[in-house]
Every structure is written in C-alpha cells, then in structure tokens.
C-alpha cells in the first residue's frame, strides 16, 4: 500500500518537474518553510481536522481521526527529525521536494512530497499528507512490540 501511494507521488513529482521551465512556480518554499509544515502537519496537540491551512484540501472527518490517532500512538517519537533536500519549482504554484526521516529503526526513507502556494503560504496537497503521515506512523511504530505494528 505504501509502495503505491509513493509510486504515485513519484510519478507526480516527476510529471510536474518534468514540465517546461516557464511555468514553474517562483519562487519554491525554503527548507525552512517545509520543515514548518511538516512540524504542524505531525503535531499530536492539534486536531487534523483543524490542519486546513497546512494541507489542501483538508482532510476530512475519518481521515482526521485516523490521523489523530495515529499521531497519538506516535507521541514518545515526536518530534521527527525530518531532513528536506531537493526543493524545486513545478507548474502552477506547485513545488516537490524530498523529505525523510533518518532516525535508526523509525527511520524513513527519502521520499516525494508536494507543496502548492496559495496567496503566498505553502500547503502540503493532502495526497501528499495522507501518504507521508501513512509512512512516518508506519515506520515509527513498526518495531513496537516486538516488530509488529499497533
């Protein structure tokens, strides 16, 4: 499930970053500005139903509680220590970057993500959050218990 959902935000990322140079956005966030997003997108002391101006569009009632949880099970892991490489400008107020989390056993691998300016702010696009949220959970808790996940 995980391969998939990565399959397909690589191959978004490619196909944005693969567009003429022309109708990039300019500028891209700053790492600074995707670490920002990320920290917000994977605090457990605010409701993901409330994260709609980090992620767009927002999530919606399920996805919130699952995310929630999730991020609950995770508390004694955060805050991930997330390393962005690789930002670059795409088509239509979008950007890509690379983001992962070297940390022993509840590391992640690099892996795409996908901004969008909107009026000046950077949002993480909610298959991208869906996906990353997906990946730091598993990866955190995978070795819990002995290996298996919660």
Do not use: C
Not at 35 to 46: C, I
Request: charged share 15%; net charge negative.
């Amino acid at each position: 499930m995980f391969s998939t959902k990565l399959s397909v935000a690589t191959t978004v990322t490619a196909a944005l970053i693969a567009l003429p140079a022309t109708a990039y956005a300019d500028p891209v966030p700053t790492t600074d500005e995707v670490l920002a997003v990320l920290a917000e997108l994977t605090d457990p002391n605010r409701p993901a139903a409330s994260k709609t101006d980090i992620v767009t569009p927002g999530f919606s009632p399920d996805e919130a509680g699952t995310f929630d949880d999730h991020l609950n099970q995770m508390r004694s892991f955060l805050p991930l220590p997330f390393v962005v490489t690789g930002i670059q400008p795409a088509p239509n107020d979008f950007a890509g970057a690379t983001v992962a989390v070297p940390h022993g056993f509840r590391s992640t691998p690099p892996g795409p993500i996908v901004l969008v300016d909107q009026g000046g702010h950077w949002l993480i696009t909610h298959d991208t959050a869906k996906t990353a949220l997906d990946a730091f959970w598993y990866n955190a808790t995978a070795h819990i218990a002995g290996g298996n996940s919660i």
